[in-house]
């Protein structure tokens, strides 16, 4: 079963210049000057369920982008793409409730509270039965080798042990497709190695 598919995918960006100094700040606010940037070029690409596939490339070379279309947070500028049968940007709750994201750069915990209850919150947004509920978290409790962590506030973590219940929290629903963005930016070599074997 095709999970992702993408026809002639393109996003470009357009962004303001302005050349340095004083008196080019003063002209731009009547003449702005803009140029256009494509970070996804005709892209054509196919996923079958159960593929891991990973986006290798410079800084700028279009791979967050990709991974923000595929879940509806930015729209193409123009092309075809289907995930799961659903166009993304329509924010279907019943496409949104079959994926996850994981982006280095952004948290989905909430620093206030223990993840116990960060768990609990997710569980509720999701409508996960009890039952189930407590199963995957005894589940991926012992994957992560997380059980001393969940009962203290997210913010007294490590960066390490935050990202392990990151993973946790976006697992938590059981979702069919799991976009990683960096997932493991800012640890340590030997977080980075655990988050990659888990």
């Given at each position: 079963?095709?999970?992702?598919?993408?026809?002639?995918?393109?996003?470009?960006?357009?962004?303001?210049?302005?050349?340095?100094?004083?008196?080019?700040?003063?002209?731009?606010?009547?003449?702005?000057?803009?140029?256009?940037?494509?970070?996804?070029?005709?892209?054509?690409?196919?996923?079958?369920?159960?593929?891991?596939?990973?986006?290798?490339?410079?800084?700028?070379?279009?791979?967050?982008?990709?991974?923000?279309?595929?879940?509806?947070?930015?729209?193409?500028?123009?092309?075809?793409?289907?995930?799961?049968?659903?166009?993304?940007?329509?924010?279907?709750?019943?496409?949104?409730?079959?994926?996850?994201?994981?982006?280095?750069?952004?948290?989905?915990?909430?620093?206030?509270?223990?993840a116990n209850d960060t768990l609990r919150l997710f569980k509720e947004i999701y409508g996960i039965e009890e039952k189930e509920f407590e199963e995957t978290k005894a589940y991926f409790t012992e994957l992560f080798g997380v059980r001393d962590l969940m009962d203290v506030q997210v913010r007294t973590l490590s960066l390490g042990e935050r990202m392990k219940l990151e993973l946790m929290t976006v697992l938590i629903h059981n979702p069919k497709i799991l976009f990683m963005d960096e997932p493991t930016l800012g640890l340590d070599a030997i977080a980075s190695k655990q988050i990659r074997n888990l």
């Open positions: 079963m095709t999970v992702i598919e993408t026809r002639n995918l393109t996003k470009t960006y357009r962004r303001f210049k302005k050349p340095e100094g004083l008196k080019e700040s003063f002209r731009c606010l009547w003449k702005r000057e803009y140029e256009e940037k494509t970070a996804v070029s005709r892209l054509d690409f196919s996923m079958e369920e159960g593929e891991i596939t990973g986006l290798i490339g410079p800084n700028g070379a279009g791979k967050t982008t990709l991974t923000k279309m595929l879940t509806g947070i930015i729209a193409p500028t123009s092309g075809d793409i289907q995930v799961l049968g659903y166009y993304p940007n329509d924010l279907k709750n019943e496409l949104k409730q079959q994926y996850a994201v994981v982006m280095g750069q952004k948290s989905q915990l909430f620093f206030e509270l223990t």
